[in-house]
C-alpha cells in the first residue's frame, strides 16, 4: 500500500511538470508554470526523502540549492540569462554523471544490461552536455578565448573516432558487466567530444546549441532516471528531452540550418566569411538625431520595432513601451517585429518586451511581418544587427548565408539605433546601416528612445 502511495505521488509530480510546461508555452502563464513545475519538483524531492531515508544529506542540496537559486535570480541581468541557462544545462548534464556513476559505485549493485545501457548513456550524453554548455558559456560571455571559433584540425574525423571507441565501450559496458573503468572511460572521452563539438560553432549559432543542450540534459536525466529506478525524473527528463528538441528543430529552421549540422558541430563559423570588409560596406553611412527621427516618425502611419540583444544590454524596453504609448496616443500604429533567434537565446526578446508589460498581441513573429514590411513607414531597429542583415540572401560564402531574416529593407524609412557600426554576434557587416533609406542613430538604446520621447514632446 504504501508503494503504490508513493508511485501515486510521483505520477502526481509528473502530471505538474506536464502543466508547468504547457503554462510556460505562454508569456501569459510563464511564471505561474515556473511556480506549477517548482512545486512539481519539491514534491519530488520530499517523496525521495520518504522513499531513501537519506534526509540530511537531500535537504542539505535542497537548502544550498536554493539559496543559490535565490542569489541567481536577484543578481544575474537579462542580458546574461543566456549564459545562465547554459550553465543550467552544463549542471544538469554533471548531476547525470555523478549520480549514474555512484549507483555503478554502490557496492554488491550488480546491473542488469539495460540498467548498465542507461548509466552508459547518462555519462555519455550528460559529460557532452557539462563541457559543451561551458564551452557555450564562454561564447556568451565572450570570454576572449571563445570570442571567435576554435578551428579544430580535421574535427569531423576526430568527432567520428571518438563516437566509435564510445559506442565500443558501451558495448563492452552492457556485455561483460563490468562497469566503472567503461563508464569513466566514456565520461572521459565524452568530455572531449562536448568541446569538439560546441568550440568550432560560430556565435551567431549559439542560440541553436542552447535549445540542444537543454534537450541533452533532458535526455542525460532520463536516462539517469532509468538506473536508479525513479519514475518522475524519466518522465520530467523526457519531457525536457522532447521540447528541447522541438525547440532545436524550431530554431535550426529559423537559422535555415539542419539539425544533422547541430548535432556533429558542423554549422559554419565566421572564419568561413569572404565578404567584403567594414570600411567598404559602411562607406555611405548616414547618421541621424533625435530631433530628426521626432519629425519622421510624426508623419508615420506605421511603425516596426525590432529588438535585438542592444534593447537588452540598454534595459531599453520600458522606454521602448513609453515610445509607443506616446505614438498610438497620435493614431500611430506600432507593432514589434520578433525573430526566432534574436537576442542570445530563443524567447529572450519575448521575455524582455514582456517585463515591460507590453502587450503580447503586438508581437508579430517574422513570418507574419515580413509579407507587409513593405507597407511599413518607420522601421526601427535597436540593437538588431544579424537578423535584419541582409548578406543573409545575398552572400552564400557568409557565415549567416540563407538564415530568415527581418526584411527591414523594404520599408520606407528605416532608423537603426546602435553604439557604434560593430558587428553582431556573428562578426559579419551589415550593408543595411548604409542602405538609401537607412539613418544610423549613434546612442545607447535606452538614451537615443528617451531621447526621442522627449523630442516628440517638445514638438507636440
Avoid at 550528460?126 to 570570442?147: I, P
Avoid at 505614438?327 to 529572450?348: C, D, F, Q, S, W
Avoid at 514582456?354 to 518607420?378: F, G, W
Wanted: charged share 10%.
Amino acid at each position: 500500500m504504501y508503494d503504490a502511495l508513493i508511485n501515486l505521488a510521483y505520477v502526481v509530480s509528473a502530471i505538474l511538470f506536464i502543466f508547468g510546461l504547457k503554462f510556460m508555452s505562454h508569456p501569459r502563464t510563464a511564471v505561474k508554470g515556473n511556480l506549477v513545475s517548482a512545486g512539481a519538483m519539491l514534491l519530488a524531492i520530499l517523496l525521495t526523502l520518504l522513499v531513501t531515508g537519506v534526509g540530511a544529506y537531500v535537504v542539505a542540496g535542497l537548502v544550498i540549492g536554493s539559496i543559490i537559486g535565490i542569489v541567481l535570480a536577484v543578481k544575474i541581468q537579462m542580458t546574461e540569462m543566456p549564459q545562465l541557462v547554459a550553465l543550467f544545462n552544463g549542471f544538469g548534464g554533471a548531476a547525470t554523471v555523478f549520480v549514474a556513476g555512484a549507483e555503478l559505485l554502490r557496492p554488491n549493485t550488480i546491473g542488469t544490461s539495460d540498467v548498465l545501457l542507461a548509466a552508459a548513456l547518462s555519462g555519455l550524453i550528460g559529460a557532452v552536455t557539462f563541457w559543451g554548455s561551458l564551452v557555450a558559456y564562454g561564447k556568451l560571455q565572450e570570454l576572449q578565448m571563445f570570442k571567435k571559433p576554435i578551428d579544430i584540425p580535421s574535427v569531423h574525423l576526430i568527432n567520428a573516432i571518438m563516437v566509435m571507441v564510445l559506442l565500443l565501450l558501451i558495448i563492452l559496458m552492457t556485455g561483460t558487466g563490468y562497469s566503472v573503468l567503461p563508464y569513466l572511460l566514456i565520461v572521459i572521452i565524452a568530455s572531449v567530444l562536448g568541446v569538439t563539438l560546441v568550440a568550432p560553432i560560430g556565435g551567431a549559432d549559439m542560440p541553436v546549441v542552447i535549445a540542444l543542450l537543454n534537450s541533452y540534459s533532458g535526455l542525460a536525466a532520463a536516462a539517469t532516471g532509468f538506473v536508479i529506478e525513479n519514475n518522475v525524473l524519466i518522465i520530467s527528463g523526457s519531457l525536457v528531452g522532447a521540447s528541447g528538441i522541438v525547440l532545436t528543430q524550431i530554431m535550426c529552421k529559423a537559422m535555415n540550418r539542419s539539425l544533422l549540422n547541430v548535432v556533429f558541430g558542423g554549422l559554419q563559423s565566421a572564419a568561413a566569411s569572404t565578404g567584403p570588409a567594414a570600411d567598404e560596406v559602411y562607406a555611405n553611412v548616414r547618421s541621424t538625431s533625435a530631433d530628426d527621427v521626432a519629425m519622421i516618425l510624426d508623419a508615420a502611419q506605421r511603425v516596426v520595432i525590432v529588438p535585438g540583444y542592444g534593447l537588452a544590454v540598454a534595459q531599453a524596453q520600458h522606454a521602448v513601451r513609453d515610445l509607443a504609448t506616446l505614438l498610438e496616443e497620435k493614431g500611430i500604429e506600432v507593432e514589434y517585429a520578433i525573430h526566432p533567434v534574436a537576442g542570445r537565446m530563443p524567447g529572450h526578446m519575448n521575455v524582455l518586451l514582456a517585463e515591460a508589460d507590453i502587450p503580447y498581441e503586438k508581437l508579430r513573429e517574422m513570418d507574419d511581418i515580413n509579407p507587409t514590411m513593405s507597407q511599413v513607414d518607420v522601421a526601427i531597429v535597436l540593437g538588431a544587427n544579424d537578423v535584419v542583415n541582409p548578406v543573409a540572401s545575398t552572400d552564400p560564402h557568409s557565415p549567416i548565408a540563407g538564415m530568415p531574416i527581418i526584411h527591414v529593407d523594404k520599408a520606407r524609412t528605416v532608423i537603426v539605433i546602435k553604439r557604434s557600426l560593430s558587428p553582431g554576434f556573428a562578426g559579419v557587416p551589415n550593408p543595411l546601416f548604409a542602405a538609401d533609406n537607412a539613418l544610423m542613430l549613434f546612442a545607447d538604446g535606452k538614451k537615443a528612445i528617451l531621447d526621442i520621447v522627449t523630442a516628440i514632446k517638445e514638438n507636440a
